[in-house]
């Protein structure tokens, strides 16, 4: 069987690298290739090294104020001819960046069966979070296979008359997760990189990138991160900073220089599970963080007005707080002072699988493609 990988940011290439991993470990059947689109090539390559996964095919990097234009024209027309040279039975695609739309659209183009890892997930506003929700409902009506992360995903695809090759198996983030924190748990070269930080304190750990943000609502984050560590100066606040210029100008206009906040370049994937463990809870505009923080009990508290992984919300691993600034500051205020509410989130138990989804997907595609094995 004949696959071919695609993806462009870091944390596509966390949540594919299990099953990539898997697959390679299978060649008797799997002959596997894996195309880089490179939107995030800083970030994306540090995964790579890690897991010891070398593309077969890398578009290259990601060039200064990219449009969404430009990220879907460039995939399309890259994998032309990948497509035609390497003549996949199938294109594996993951999540809603606008690489995996593109990725996918691709493959239709060219009649080549699409797999969607993560599928299912929806806000049911097109515009937010934008533009992942459009990306995955239009990956939704191409894709021919479809793995879900949870039982409301799968509903969700029904309730769009996608009920073809829709199984649940579990989120692949919870493999990787768990294979990284057994390598980094003893790791002590990790924490040299922030032996500035006291984590004898608690620690908040601040993820924050999302473009529906930008502008105010992004200003109001920083804004209640900057109180926040002046009521309460015995805690730390890492934030490791991502690289988009519209992220960096504000966040260190308004929080470079305060003692007890510490604004990192963003880091690799396993010192990110490394804090994730560290931390007291985290505050986050991020996907993936709100499925793998729960994994270690830490409540995180996300920074937008709606988001598409409701299950944390249901089961109580996650609480939605918007961006106003007042908001934001009520929430983490109530989590730092008590007891009871922070360990009501930190004992939930994680709705997003158990680190088997990578394995339960090789069972599926072999059975279907070769119902004897």
Aim: charged letters at 20%; aromatic letters at 8%.
């Amino acid at each position: 069987m004949k696959l071919l990988f695609v993806f462009g940011t870091r944390p596509e290439a966390i949540k594919m690298a299990p099953l990539i991993i898997k697959c390679k470990s299978k060649p008797e059947l799997f002959d596997v290739k894996v195309c880089v689109t490179g939107q995030h090539r800083e970030m994306l390559d540090q995964v790579l090294a890690f897991f010891n996964i070398a593309p077969d095919v890398n578009f290259g990097g990601m060039k200064t104020n990219q449009t969404l234009f430009d990220v879907t024209i460039n995939v399309i027309s890259g994998l032309e001819k990948v497509l035609a040279d390497y003549t996949p039975d199938y294109l594996i695609v993951q999540g809603d960046t606008s690489s995996a739309f593109a990725g996918a659209l691709a493959a239709y183009y060219k009649k080549i069966k699409v797999i969607h890892l993560e599928a299912g997930l929806r806000s049911d506003d097109l515009y937010s979070p934008w533009p992942e929700e459009g990306n995955r409902q239009l990956i939704g009506r191409i894709a021919n296979f479809h793995f879900t992360p949870t039982a409301k995903a799968t509903e969700a695809l029904k309730k769009e008359n996608i009920v073809n090759n829709v199984y649940q198996v579990g989120n692949t983030v919870i493999d990787a997760l768990l294979m990284v924190h057994e390598k980094v748990k003893h790791d002590n070269s990790i924490s040299v990189q922030f032996e500035k930080i006291d984590f004898s304190k608690r620690l908040i750990l601040i993820t924050g990138h999302r473009r529906e943000s930008f502008g105010d609502p992004f200003l109001q984050i920083c804004e209640a991160i900057r109180e926040l560590s002046r009521q309460y100066p015995g805690c730390n606040f890492l934030y490791p900073v991502h690289l988009n210029p519209n992220v960096q100008n504000q966040v260190y206009k308004i929080l470079d220089g305060i003692g007890n906040i510490f604004l990192f370049p963003p880091v690799d994937y396993p010192a990110m599970v490394w804090l994730l463990n560290k931390s007291h809870l985290v505050i986050t505009d991020s996907g993936g963080i709100q499925e793998e923080a729960p994994t270690f009990g830490k409540p995180v508290l996300v920074m937008r007005n709606v988001t598409e992984r409701t299950e944390g919300i249901e089961a109580g691993t996650a609480r939605l707080v918007g961006t106003s600034k007042e908001n934001i500051i009520a929430s983490v205020t109530e989590l730092l002072d008590n007891e009871t509410a922070y360990y009501k989130m930190a004992k939930a138990v994680n709705p997003y699988g158990d680190g088997t989804a990578s394995e339960q997907i090789i069972k599926i595609l072999c059975k279907n493609t070769n119902p004897s094995l």
